[in-house]
């Protein structure tokens, strides 16, 4: 149950609907976020949930029976926008495209790739610095001074910065140079990040854990939620599963589903989704059918010699069409 509660609300209006919370058996949970003021509370009897939507300071009540509250869509139905400022939003209506290479490399890299999303009219570049590799011996980023770079490059352009945070303390360093914190499908349920990230103002991009399902990821996104922070979106980058011909299995499914469970942003990973430069396009293309909101995918000059994930990085000479492609299929789904 949420019981979402008057921004004046008084101590005393506090105390009675807690008093009336325990009488009718049910604990509250108070929820303070940037935009919202909330109880959370969960119990097991059925009751007249009038009795409480009529107190005074409380403005509504809603019954929410998944595992998981505020990110439902039982009680939100308007969709969340992020917005990253500059007209850069997402969930808005406009298809936004996040592309970049799946590491920051060097200067000359950024200014690369920022020059291709100019000329692309992509807002949003992506590139890791904290790089959660399988073997301890590959790359594993450039840390805060590649961060500083990768800033420097984008703000001169107006571009936006989505990149990995991997552990807590990493936070308050890179806040300043980011404008959304990715957390990896490794860390999809590293409580203690969730909880980290609940507690600053800065829009998260929670990707789908190995094996998560999809109520996993959304719980995940209520630890970030619960913690204060509404700015969460979802990103749906493949699963683990039987299937040895690609990297992951890309869940198309997810899509759909998360966009009829949740009011956040779906974004869609096509590149760690599948694995192979060639079907990024076609999976891409599917995602947009399916209901996402946004594209994350990786590009890069020379994909041959990325330092991580070549494999499924597309030139910036493929990506041209591939972003074409995209805007039509988007205008396509727009129509029905
Ligand atoms: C990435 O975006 O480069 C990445 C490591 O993604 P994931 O966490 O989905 O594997
Ligand atoms: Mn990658």
């Not at 409380?58 to 039982?74: C, F, M, N, P, T």
Request: net charge neutral.
């Amino acid at each position: 149950m949420i019981i979402q509660l008057e921004p004046q609300i008084k101590e005393n209006q506090l105390e009675d609907l807690n008093s009336k919370l325990s009488a009718v058996g049910y604990k509250g949970n108070r929820i303070r976020t940037q935009y919202g003021d909330y109880v959370v509370s969960i119990g097991k009897k059925d009751f007249d949930i009038r009795s409480i939507g009529t107190m005074p300071g409380v403005r509504d009540i809603h019954r929410v029976s998944d595992a998981y509250k505020l990110v439902s869509k039982k009680w939100k139905v308007q969709n969340t926008v992020i917005d990253l400022g500059d007209g850069v939003r997402i969930g808005a209506g406009d298809l936004q495209i996040m592309a970049g290479p799946c590491s920051i490399e060097s200067e000359e890299q950024i200014e690369t790739t920022v020059q291709h999303l100019v000329d692309n009219d992509i807002k949003i570049m992506r590139g890791g610095v904290y790089k959660p590799r399988s073997s301890p011996y590959s790359f594993r980023g450039l840390g805060i001074p590649g961060l500083r770079l990768f800033h420097k490059h984008c703000q001169k352009h107006g571009i936006k910065i989505v990149t990995e945070v991997m552990m807590v303390e990493q936070i308050k360093d890179m806040i300043d140079y980011i404008d959304i914190f990715q957390v990896g499908a490794r860390n999809s349920q590293n409580f203690n990040l969730l909880d980290a990230l609940g507690d600053v103002d800065k829009p998260v991009l929670l990707k789908r854990g190995i094996s998560g399902t999809l109520n996993e990821l959304l719980q995940a996104a209520e630890y970030i939620f619960s913690n204060g922070n509404e700015r969460i979106m979802l990103c749906e980058r493949g699963i683990r599963s039987y299937e040895g011909a690609y990297r992951n299995t890309f869940d198309i499914n997810a899509i759909a589903m998360l966009k009829e469970k949740t009011h956040l942003p779906v974004v869609a990973d096509p590149s760690h989704g599948i694995g192979v430069r060639k079907f990024v396009e076609p999976v891409a293309l599917a995602s947009i059918m399916a209901g996402a909101d946004a594209l994350i995918c990786e590009v890069h000059e020379t994909p041959e010699k990325a330092f991580s994930d070549g494999q499924q990085t597309l030139s910036h000479q493929e990506a041209m069409g591939f972003y074409n492609r995209l805007r039509k299929t988007w205008k396509l789904k727009q129509s029905f």
